[in-house]
């Protein structure tokens, strides 16, 4: 059991992440990856998945088994929605005595390869090799299921806030799911081992994790920024939609009415999205979105809020309409959903 300990500043500082973190996906995933649970949920991407694993996964599976601990240097701290390198530049900036320690207590659950040796001593080729395998894995194994993954935590993200408004605090933390029980000042979480985490004034970040399975899980380190990364409801079939085939226009109505770049970023504005990440994920440049996000403006289906230097566009009320006519469409609504 893991118990989380709250004081009232604490019930104060409880957030909810904004979108998906890019290393829990990626070390949830490849925990999950080498597991046989969840297959209602997750059989099809694994079976997808497996042929197409890239060379550095051999660099992730030993540092992140299937049970049991894995290292904290892994999640770093990375502040709401950066960048993937942004993270790995943070996790490669992981103090020696921090990736010493770290290892040697993998090392006492789980019998490590030689080159390991290396990163604990902060050898900076081996962090180089991580970082590129971290960079691989995701590209190769993760984006092509991206938007699903992004939308499902978007979705949970709006169930979470719909509590907080609904319930206060006490409301938020008593309904994470089947895992927690809310027993005021302490939230009980189903967990492997014993665990105390005591805020003390800190805050908590809850994560919402699409790879996360089956219950919630947190750091090691209790002095660390706190963090609960929880599990989350999966659209049906997810994972077959997203290794089909490319939509063709006469399949993707809101591709045709928009034009298909237009439409994805339609679709990641829902919630919000910088010009920045919106180029990253379709993979074009940022004068093409501006380009696209001006004539969606235009349209009166985005409207967009500059500051500090970034454009941060969200869906209108028209735009949103739009997109809940597609999901409903696509049998996409919300009783379309697994549950944890």
């Not at 395998?133 to 709006?158: G, K, S, T």
Request: with cysteine; glycine share 10%; charged share 20%.
């Amino acid at each position: 059991m893991l118990r989380i300990h709250f004081t009232p500043d604490d019930m104060a500082r409880v957030k909810v992440a904004r979108g998906p973190d890019f290393l829990w996906e990626i070390t949830n995933s490849v925990q999950t990856l080498q597991r046989t649970d969840g297959e209602r949920v997750f059989g099809t991407w694994r079976r997808w998945v497996r042929p197409r694993l890239p060379q550095g996964r051999r660099l992730l599976s030993p540092l992140l088994p299937p049970y049991g601990y894995s290292p904290d240097f892994l999640t770093p701290t990375s502040g709401d929605r950066p960048t993937l390198q942004a993270a790995i530049d943070t996790l490669l900036g992981t103090p020696r005595p921090r990736l010493r320690t770290e290892l040697t207590r993998l090392a006492t659950s789980t019998r490590l390869p030689r080159w390991t040796r290396a990163l604990a001593e902060g050898d900076a080729d081996t962090l180089a090799r991580l970082g590129d395998a971290l960079r691989a894995y995701q590209a190769q194994v993760l984006l092509p299921h991206w938007r699903h993954v992004r939308a499902d935590i978007e979705a949970d993200r709006a169930r979470r806030l719909q509590s907080l408004m609904d319930g206060g605090t006490e409301g938020l933390l008593a309904g994470l799911g089947p895992d927690t029980r809310w027993c005021p000042p302490v939230l009980e979480v189903t967990y492997p081992v014993e665990q105390h985490l005591y805020l003390a004034g800190r805050g908590l970040v809850l994560q919402p994790s699409f790879f996360c399975w089956p219950a919630p899980t947190t750091l090691a380190d209790g002095q660390l920024p706190p963090v609960l990364v929880h599990p989350i409801h999966h659209t049906a079939g997810w994972a077959s939609r997203s290794v089909g085939p490319t939509p063709v226009a006469g399949r993707d109505p809101l591709g045709r009415l928009l034009g298909r770049t237009r439409a994805e970023l339609l679709r990641a504005a829902r919630v919000g999205c910088t010009t920045v990440e919106a180029a990253r994920m379709l993979q074009v440049t940022h004068p093409a979105v501006s380009q696209h996000m001006n004539v969606l403006r235009a349209a009166g289906l985005i409207t967009t809020v500059r500051t500090a230097g970034r454009a941060f566009h969200l869906a209108t009320a028209e735009g949103r309409a739009l997109l809940t006519a597609e999901d409903r469409g696509a049998g996409g609504g919300p009783g379309d959903a697994t549950p944890m």
